[in-house]
T-cell receptor, first 114, second 114 residues
Framework: DGGITQSPKYLFRKEGQNVTLSCEQNLNHDAMYWYRQDPGQGLRLIYYSQIVNDFQKGDIAEGYSVSREKKESFPLTVTSAQKNPTAFYLC?????????????FGEGSRLTVL | AQSVTQPDIHITVSEGASLELRCNYSYGATPYLFWYVQSPGQGLQLLLKYFSGDTLVQGIKGFEAEFKRSQSSFNLRKPSVHWSDAAEYFCAVGARGGYQKVTFGTGTKLQVIP
């Protein structure tokens, strides 16, 4: 079955450490996204990418980095510069950036900073 | 810039009762509109979407939504709620033309009581 796989589902980090969240899709979608979800705040866009080796900052990119070396993969690194990284992170994809906006989501990764 | 307001943070309904979740949007033209559902600890699943045409849209799981341009609203309805409908519901708006950035509301958490 086609879909989006995020790993790990749960991740714990000590302050000062970088962590990388994995996102893989087999939907053959061009566009991929990372969202952050905090209680009562909905989803906020961190980064998005239309094609390999190209990505753009979203609304809250500070303290995060991404790469898009393969069409299927869009990993997110939460760096030590992110001051409040504890959150639920969602990866999504769509056919392309100029499509009708329908997003397909992974099951999320919950990051907790100890 | 587009925005979405979901005025109800939390709603409780009895099983078998009808449901209406409110969504108001702000956008300069006719937007793309979506409702997504999220079970605890999971990703988001698309319930329904409006692009154009008939303003009453049918979705999965017996949900429907009506686009009312004059009220800038896209309320979600279900005639008879089941216990399995307990989840968080997000309204979202996408811009037409150019990059289809999707903006999410803050969500409405639905509790279903016996």
């Amino acid at each position: 079955d086609g879909g989006i796989t995020q790993s790990p589902k749960y991740l714990f980090r000590k302050e000062g450490q970088n962590v990388t969240l994995s996102c893989e899709q087999n939907l053959n979608h061009d566009a991929m996204y990372w969202y952050r979800q905090d209680p009562g705040q909905g989803l906020r866009l961190i980064y998005y990418s239309q094609i390999v080796n190209d990505f753009q900052k979203g609304d809250i990119a500070e303290g995060y980095s991404v790469s898009r070396e393969k069409k299927e993969s869009f990993p997110l690194t939460v760096t030590s510069a992110q001051k409040n990284p504890t959150a639920f992170y969602l990866c999504a994809s769509s056919i392309d950036l100029r499509s009708t906006g329908e997003l397909f989501f992974g099951e999320g990764s919950r990051l907790t900073v100890l | 810039a587009q925005s979405v307001t979901q005025p109800d943070i939390h709603i409780t309904v009895s099983e078998g009762a009808s449901l209406e979740l409110r969504c108001n949007y702000s956008y300069g033209a006719t937007p793309y509109l979506f409702w997504y559902v999220q079970s605890p600890g999971q990703g988001l699943q698309l319930l329904l979407k409006y692009f154009s045409g008939d303003t009453l849209v049918q979705g999965i799981k017996g949900f429907e939504a009506e686009f009312k341009r004059s009220q800038s609203s896209f309320n979600l309805r279900k005639p008879s709620v089941h216990w399995s409908d307990a989840a968080e519901y997000f309204c979202a708006v996408g811009a037409r033309g150019g990059y289809q950035k999707v903006t999410f509301g803050t969500g409405t958490k639905l509790q279903v009581i016996p």
